[in-house]
């Protein structure tokens, strides 16, 4: 059975950092597209990041040059850097696997809520 | 970058069918995902590739996609239907996921 659990968000201050962790289990991080994905409360889905298979990796522009998207392969696990926070980036963040396309979320954590605030 | 419209609410009366659209510039040239989410839930897949259905999901989720717009049809609504609805793509142009604004349903 596929289950990803994310752990890690929490109460920061502006121009702080935290790093989520989403642990999978079920099929492996690596041979896989992953991706994260976040929403405001009261708001929509925003996509943040991916990583492919192959270590490559995308950001919105909104995050780009402040959030890092990696992965443990030893420990089949997902993780997001954010620096340098701002009170926009307060929400929920699941992170999510990608089909084999890499072109829908097929598998979806429960999500870990970060709020960045004084 | 690309743009996904969705009507910010539907409302439909249980047993009637509901229409949710997603608009786009030549959407249906693209690959249209469709996501319902119920409050303090993960968002769940509904429709992959325009019309495909995961297992377990009803056959009344079905969806179609031409021109500049998609449509997610929900028929048969259900209470338990009552839900955000998010349509989703792929931009190759630019390697990013995009998802529509998002559409509550009320079953009324």
């Not at chain 1, 298979?53 to 089949?76: C, E, L, P, Q």
Request: net charge negative; proline share 4%; with cysteine.
């Amino acid at each position: 059975e596929v289950q990803l659990v994310e752990s890690g968000g929490g109460l920061i201050q502006p121009g702080g950092s935290l790093r989520l962790s989403c642990a999978a289990s079920g099929f492996t991080v690596s041979s896989n597209y992953m991706s994260w994905v976040r929403q405001a409360p009261g708001k929509g889905l925003e996509w943040v990041s991916v990583i492919y298979s192959g270590g490559s990796t995308y950001y919105a522009d909104s995050v780009k040059g402040r959030f890092t998207i990696s992965r443990d392969n030893s420990k089949n696990t997902l993780y997001l850097q954010m620096n340098s926070l701002r009170a926009e980036d307060t929400a929920v963040y699941y992170c999510a696997r990608l089909d084999y396309s890499g072109s829908y979320n097929d598998y979806w954590g429960q999500g870990t809520l970060v709020t960045v605030s004084s | 970058s690309y743009v996904l419209t969705q009507p910010p609410s539907v409302s439909v009366a249980p047993g009637q069918t509901a229409r949710i659209t997603c608009g786009g510039n030549n959407i249906g040239s693209k690959s249209v995902h469709w996501y319902q989410q119920k409050p303090g839930q993960a968002p769940v897949l509904v429709v992959y590739d325009d019309s495909d259905r995961p297992s377990g999901i009803p056959e009344r989720f079905s969806g179609s996609n031409s021109g500049n717009t998609a449509t997610l049809t929900i028929s048969r609504v259900e209470a338990g239907d009552e839900a955000d609805y998010y349509c989703q793509v792929w931009d190759s142009s630019s390697d990013l996921w995009v998802f529509g604004g998002g559409t509550k349903l009320t079953v009324l």
